[in-house]
């Protein structure tokens, strides 16, 4: 759905770009806190009990399993990034990046899915570490594409996209007794 500023809040400053799709706009809070801890968790939980060969078995749409352990790795790292400059910069400019190309120039696939883990709880407590000073919260960043948006937003995001991920990661991988 394409929307114009005036289907926005009455604030200019808030609405995205004319042509732009409005997006939803998300809190951070302490769930969101404690779904970024878990998912990294989650993640060296699997790591550790599947070898890397069976994870790269295992496809999920055009990606296998370790490639969808490094796009939420870099997920966290652009999102941990996004928060971090809108709470040191004034209303910083935040590009937009394309998913794929980065999977492929970081060849995630080829990557020890550890290495992938520890970049993923490194993001995940950065956001959590910044975003827990609540005033952080409603600091924020202008968008390439969705317009104003704060770093709770891009904290909260990246809690519910890498919670997507995670949690069809381990319905494919289970606990091991």
Same mark, same amino acid.
């Given at each position: ?7 926005? =809040?009455? @604030?200019?400053? /808030? ?6 799709? %409005? ?8 769930? *969101? ?6 998912? !990294? =968790? ?6 550790? =009990? ?8 295992? /496809?999920?749409?055009?990606?296998? !399993?370790?490639?969808?352990?490094? @796009?939420? =790795?870099? $997920? ?20 937009? +990046?394309?998913?794929? !190309?980065? %999977?492929?120039?970081?060849?995630? *696939? ?8 520890? /970049?993923?709880?490194?993001? @995940?407590?950065?956001?959590?570490? $910044? ?12 968008? %390439? ?5 704060? %770093?709770? @937003? ?7 996209? *890498? ?6 990661? !381990?319905?494919? +991988?289970?606990?091991?007794?």
């Amino acid at each position: 759905m394409v929307t114009s500023a005036s289907d926005f =809040a009455p @604030h200019p400053r /808030r609405a995205p770009p004319l042509g732009c799709a %409005a997006v939803e706009k998300l809190t951070f809070d302490d769930d *969101s806190a404690f779904l970024l801890a878990d998912d !990294a =968790a989650t993640l060296q939980r699997i790591v550790r =009990a599947y070898p890397a060969d069976r994870l790269r078995a295992v /496809r999920f749409g055009d990606w296998n !399993a370790v490639e969808v352990i490094g @796009h939420v =790795a870099d $997920t966290g790292e652009k999102f941990a990034e996004r928060v971090r400059r809108c709470v040191q910069e004034d209303r910083p400019l935040l590009e937009s +990046f394309d998913q794929d !190309a980065l %999977a492929r120039e970081r060849r995630n *696939s080829e990557r020890d899915p550890l290495e992938l883990v520890r /970049r993923v709880d490194a993001a @995940h407590r950065e956001i959590v570490r $910044t975003l827990m000073v609540e005033a952080n919260r409603s600091r924020p960043g202008v968008h %390439a594409e969705q317009g104003e948006l704060d %770093a709770g @937003h891009f904290g909260a995001y990246q809690a519910r996209h *890498s919670h997507e991920h995670v949690t069809e990661l !381990a319905a494919a +991988f289970p606990p091991q007794l």
